[in-house]
């Protein structure tokens, strides 16, 4: 009978163990940072993108898909996700890239998508929030800082 517990207990600990090695950590999106104005007067502007890894660390390559929006005028970071991206950007088991904006006169919205692929299908590890970020001092279709009250 005491046998039995112990074996009861040892798989039980062992499940345990499998369910929270499962546990990952989606990436977090680092640079550009949420708020940033990139204070660019160049007409193509190069933007390093950079993220946190998946956590831990899976067996399988993992890709990184970066989504570059362009937030439209009147729309909210969320509301810009449903835009057509800029840019789709695949990263195999990095962290950082980069690409070049060129001119916008709105904002930009980024987010990260860790997948993998287990028995030949796409598996979504996990998604970052959306980070927006303003090139040459605008954000949503208006310029920043002094504005011309006509005086």
């Known amino acids: 009978m005491l046998l039995k517990k ?55 390559d993992v890709v990184y898909k970066v989504r570059i929006l362009e937030i439209l005028p009147g729309q909210s970071k ?34 990260v998508e860790a997948v993998v692929t287990e028995k030949g299908a796409p598996k979504s590890l996990g998604k970052s929030d959306a980070t927006q970020f303003t090139v040459g001092g605008t954000a949503n279709g208006e310029r920043l800082g002094k504005r011309n009250n006509g005086l």
């Not at 990952?24 to 640079?31: D, H």
């Not at 695949?90 to 890239?97: A, D, L, M, R």
């Open 78 to 111: 969320t509301q810009a996700l449903t835009n057509k991206p800029i840019a789709i950007l695949e990263v195999k088991n990095g962290t950082e890239t980069t690409f070049r904006l060129g001119k916008r006169n709105n904002g930009i919205v980024w987010g």
């Open 6 to 60: 112990i074996l009861l207990a040892v798989i039980c600990l062992s499940a345990f163990s499998f369910l929270q090695a499962q546990t990952v950590t989606a990436p977090k999106n680092i640079s550009p940072e949420d708020g940033k104005n990139l204070n660019s007067k160049e007409p193509d502007v190069m933007v390093n993108f950079r993220w946190t890894p998946v956590l831990p660390k899976p067996k399988e």
